[in-house]
């Protein structure tokens, strides 16, 4: 299968280093990143649908790949191109923000979103909220937002009137708003964004601390982030390898008085055999030959916007374990959404029969595959088979497991997911997101899975928040909470008496 892989990946790289080299000079990566992080999003489901702007990548004289232009649409590329605007200040209101993406953005929202004021009759069920929480209604008929609170600059009521009535719960949230605001005029302010610039490979011996962002950058050699800003744009891409990386590391945060529980520590500890090797005297000649263990496969489920980030934030995962390698598995009918125009997908053939776009050369360590299609579709037919605790690893971004417009998506994967008995990490956008996935994979399995990681809110979440265009008054962050579970594992023991 490797080979076939290969083939179609050389097609896949000649084709976009032809549309790079054309869009080089043109772009700046600064701009690149800050349209990356930028992107909105409109439902709990489809947050990171608004896909990160896809990248090719270039390799330069030293061999780090770096990431330059886009695949999108080009004439979009010179519409952004032009909307480039000198910002006075951060904080502006939205329909009157300097920036047209920002004020298209705001009429969308005016479009779109409800007054939240309680004398309305509710127009949805807010499924992004716990119902518990929610407020008996008025009569009021649903208003369309159109006043625009001074503090956070964000259409939130139908009137002053209602903001004016609803203060103290729009307080709750304003104070976010404004950050959201003001982060979102900061990615388009045309500044150099030190903060996208990553830390290369480490050297072996010098350890990472994972207690916190701060001490995982400062470990890793990042150029020090001084101001929170900066640290917000940094960990919304950032968050993605690192969640992954801070839970399957030796070093994890993440321990036996820290949320991981007793199967965990044995799920992990199978996959950290093979991702920590002891040295076995390894070398670059004849002598120093040695067998390795094959690629650590990490399957990334129903992806999304994660697919395509820019490689430089997904080999951050490879420099934690610079003793083995990865090969990265997005797989989901959307994870090659907002791509297709440029980068077409290869034929199905006999030797690629899910069409994979496959990237091999990403870091010498890593090597990334995408499969436009359900993981159950490619799971039954064997294509990956056979799956071993050892070396595989499944992750759910944010999969709204649980939500009602997702859930009937996973219904058929679960079950083959908890198969494998290979560790599944899940990340939820809010308390309530991960909360709504769990008590479905109750619903759904019964006692028939372990939990590996206790639910809680992740060390390396993103710091940034984001708003939702459908509904202002639901801010979530990416990756805000983490849990790991596997498929349950029946042990034989003696019976004592016998
Ligand atoms: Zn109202
Ligand atoms: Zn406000």
Same mark, same amino acid.
């Given at each position: 299968?490797?080979?076939?892989?290969?083939?179609?990946?050389?097609?896949?790289?000649?084709?976009?280093?032809?549309?790079?080299?054309?869009?080089?000079?043109?772009?700046?990566?600064?701009?690149?990143?800050?349209?990356?992080?930028?992107?909105?999003? $409109?439902?709990?489901?489809?947050?990171?649908?608004?896909?990160?702007?896809?990248?090719?990548?270039?390799?330069?004289?030293?061999?780090?790949?770096?990431?330059?232009?886009?695949?999108?649409?080009?004439?979009?590329?010179?519409?952004?191109?032009?909307?480039?605007?000198?910002?006075?200040?951060?904080?502006?209101?939205?329909?009157?923000?300097?920036?047209?993406?920002?004020?298209?953005?705001?009429?969308?929202?005016?479009?779109?979103?409800?007054?939240?004021?309680?004398?309305?009759?509710?127009?949805?069920?807010?499924?992004?909220?716990?119902?518990?929480?929610?407020?008996?209604?008025?009569?009021?008929?649903?208003?369309?937002?159109?006043?625009?609170?001074?503090?956070?600059?964000?259409?939130?009521?139908?009137?002053?009137?209602?903001?004016?009535?609803?203060?103290?719960?729009?307080?709750?949230?304003?104070?976010?708003?404004?950050?959201?605001?003001?982060?979102?005029?900061?990615?388009?302010?045309?500044?150099?964004?030190?903060?996208?610039?990553?830390?290369?490979?480490?050297?072996?011996?010098?350890?990472?601390?994972?207690?916190?962002?701060?001490?995982?950058?400062?470990?890793?050699?990042?150029?020090?982030?001084?101001?929170?800003?900066?640290?917000?744009?940094?960990?919304?891409?950032?968050?993605?390898?690192?969640?992954?990386?801070?839970?399957?590391?030796?070093?994890?945060?993440?321990?036996?008085?820290?949320?991981?529980?007793?199967?965990?520590?044995?799920?992990?500890?199978?996959?950290?055999?093979?991702?920590?090797?002891?040295?076995?005297?390894?070398?670059?000649?004849?002598?120093?030959?040695?067998?390795?263990?094959?690629?650590?496969?990490?399957?990334?489920?129903?992806?999304?916007?994660?697919?395509?980030?820019?490689?430089?934030?997904?080999?951050?995962?490879?420099?934690?374990?610079?003793?083995?390698?990865?090969?990265?598995?997005?797989?989901?009918?959307?994870?090659?959404?907002?791509?297709? $125009?440029?980068?077409?997908?290869?034929?199905?053939?006999?030797?690629?029969?899910?069409?994979?776009?496959?990237?091999?050369?990403?870091?010498?360590?890593?090597?990334?595959?995408?499969?436009?299609?359900?993981?159950?579709?490619?799971?039954?037919?064997?294509?990956?088979?056979?799956?071993?605790?050892?070396?595989?690893?499944?992750?759910?971004?944010?999969?709204?497991?649980?939500?009602?417009?997702?859930?009937?998506?996973?219904?058929?994967?679960?079950?083959?997911?908890?198969?494998?008995?290979?560790?599944?990490?899940?990340?939820?956008?809010?308390?309530?997101?991960?909360?709504?996935?769990?008590?479905?994979?109750?619903?759904?399995?019964?006692?028939?899975?372990?939990?590996?990681?206790?639910?809680?809110?992740?060390?390396?979440?993103?710091?940034?928040?984001?708003?939702?265009?459908?509904?202002?008054?639901?801010?979530?962050?990416?990756?805000?909470?983490?849990?790991?579970?596997?498929?349950?594992?029946?042990?034989?023991?003696?019976?004592?008496?016998?």
């Amino acid at each position: 299968m490797e080979h076939v892989l290969r083939s179609t990946s050389s097609v896949v790289r000649s084709r976009c280093s032809c549309s790079s080299a054309r869009q080089l000079a043109s772009t700046r990566p600064a701009r690149t990143f800050s349209r990356l992080a930028s992107s909105g999003h $409109n439902s709990s489901r489809t947050r990171t649908r608004a896909a990160f702007t896809p990248i090719c990548r270039k390799v330069d004289s030293v061999g780090t790949s770096r990431n330059y232009a886009v695949w999108g649409d080009r004439k979009n590329e010179r519409e952004k191109m032009t909307e480039k605007v000198e910002l006075r200040q951060l904080f502006n209101s939205f329909s009157d923000s300097p920036i047209p993406e920002i004020r298209r953005r705001a009429a969308f929202i005016k479009q779109h979103s409800y007054c939240p004021h309680p004398d309305h009759r509710p127009t949805r069920m807010n499924l992004n909220q716990d119902p518990s929480e929610q407020v008996v209604p008025g009569n009021l008929a649903p208003a369309h937002v159109d006043f625009e609170c001074p503090d956070c600059g964000i259409p939130v009521y139908c009137s002053k009137e209602h903001w004016q009535d609803d203060y103290e719960a729009h307080l709750e949230i304003c104070d976010t708003l404004r950050e959201i605001n003001e982060d979102d005029h900061d990615l388009r302010s045309g500044r150099v964004f030190p903060e996208f610039e990553y830390s290369g490979p480490g050297i072996d011996e010098a350890a990472i601390n994972m207690t916190n962002w701060d001490t995982f950058l400062y470990t890793r050699d990042f150029e020090a982030i001084n101001d929170d800003r900066s640290m917000r744009q940094a960990t919304k891409l950032l968050t993605y390898p690192l969640t992954v990386g801070s839970i399957i590391h030796e070093l994890s945060p993440y321990n036996l008085r820290n949320r991981m529980t007793a199967e965990g520590l044995k799920s992990m500890s199978a996959l950290r055999y093979t991702l920590h090797p002891p040295r076995s005297g390894s070398g670059l000649d004849v002598k120093g030959l040695r067998p390795e263990a094959p690629p650590v496969r990490v399957f990334i489920l129903g992806a999304r916007a994660e697919s395509s980030l820019p490689r430089d934030v997904w080999i951050q995962l490879a420099y934690l374990f610079p003793q083995s390698k990865f090969h990265l598995i997005f797989i989901g009918p959307e994870s090659m959404a907002n791509r297709d $125009n440029e980068f077409p997908l290869p034929e199905r053939t006999a030797r690629n029969p899910f069409g994979a776009i496959v990237e091999d050369r990403v870091w010498f360590s890593m090597k990334i595959s995408t499969i436009v299609d359900y993981y159950h579709t490619v799971h039954k037919t064997g294509y990956f088979h056979p799956y071993d605790p050892y070396l595989d690893c499944f992750v759910l971004f944010h999969p709204g497991l649980g939500h009602p417009a997702s859930s009937h998506e996973w219904e058929e994967t679960l079950p083959l997911l908890l198969e494998t008995k290979a560790p599944i990490i899940a990340t939820g956008y809010t308390q309530y997101d991960m909360q709504r996935d769990i008590d479905w994979v109750h619903k759904s399995c019964g006692g028939e899975f372990d939990v590996l990681l206790d639910p809680g809110e992740n060390t390396f979440r993103s710091l940034r928040w984001d708003l939702n265009d459908m509904d202002p008054q639901d801010v979530s962050c990416g990756n805000w909470g983490v849990w790991a579970f596997r498929g349950k594992r029946y042990e034989a023991t003696r019976k004592t008496g016998l």
